[in-house]
């Protein structure tokens, strides 16, 4: 967003950085037709194909239509939760009760190594 004016939706591939799908939005937040989350989820419906692809978003694109039209496309998602879906956020952290985390609890040694370099 600049100045809370007009933002940018874009669609990106992970590796190249590429844009596949981009749309103007002229809200952050909120139900609008121009808001940040319809605005995206307008842009993956009009995708011609998702196979083989995972799209990832923040907390603020978990919502139940967002993931139905990525599925819709033949993709897989990855969404972040947080507080705004409490239901997903408690079946979730059931889901991993016990289980260790990614990345331990504390950082042990921050600092980098150097590392040998051929000629």
């Keep these: 967003m600049i100045r809370e004016t007009v933002g940018i939706v874009c669609l990106a591939d992970h590796e190249t950085g590429v844009p596949h799908a981009m749309a103007c ?26 196979n083989h692809k995972l799209v990832t978003a923040d907390a603020l694109h978990c919502q139940a239509a967002t993931a139905q ?19 997903a956020r408690a079946l979730a952290e059931a889901g991993m009760a016990g289980l260790p985390p990614f990345l331990p609890g504390s950082k042990k040694n921050t600092v980098a190594k150097p590392t040998a370099r051929s000629p």
């Design 25 to 50: 939005m002229s809200m952050k937040e909120g139900e609008g037709d121009r808001c940040e989350m319809k605005t995206a989820q307008k842009r993956i419906a009009a995708l011609p194909d998702l």
């Design 69 to 87: 039209a990525i599925v819709a496309q033949g993709g897989d998602y990855l969404l972040q939760v947080k507080d705004n879906q409490k239901t």
